[in-house]
């Protein structure tokens, strides 16, 4: 697998808001699920009432308010596809 060591950090702040640097894209969100991509990884968040306060792709930044139940990261599939194709000739 073709790995993207990209630095991050979330902040948390009394399970009300969870700000996360180095995100590269949104893939999900609705009220209970925000998914990104972070680097080579998928960062889940999950709660209630979520909202989105604030994104700036541009800066890989978003804060999220709510009430945070997890924060779960999940293998990307498209890279992992990706070295498989490789290793298969695919």
Not at 34 to 59: A, F, H, K, P, R
Request: negative net charge; proline residues 0%.
């Amino acid at each position: 697998m073709n790995s993207q060591n990209t630095v991050h950090s979330l902040s948390l702040s009394d399970r009300r808001v969870l700000k996360i640097t180095a995100v590269s894209d949104v893939i999900n969100f609705d009220e209970t699920n925000v998914s990104m991509s972070v680097g080579d990884t998928v960062l889940n968040v999950s709660g209630t009432e979520l909202s989105v306060s604030s994104l700036s792709l541009e800066n890989g930044e978003v804060t999220l308010c709510g009430s945070i139940d997890a924060i779960v990261y999940l293998e990307n599939t498209k890279s992992r596809k990706k070295g498989l194709g490789r290793l298969f000739g695919a």
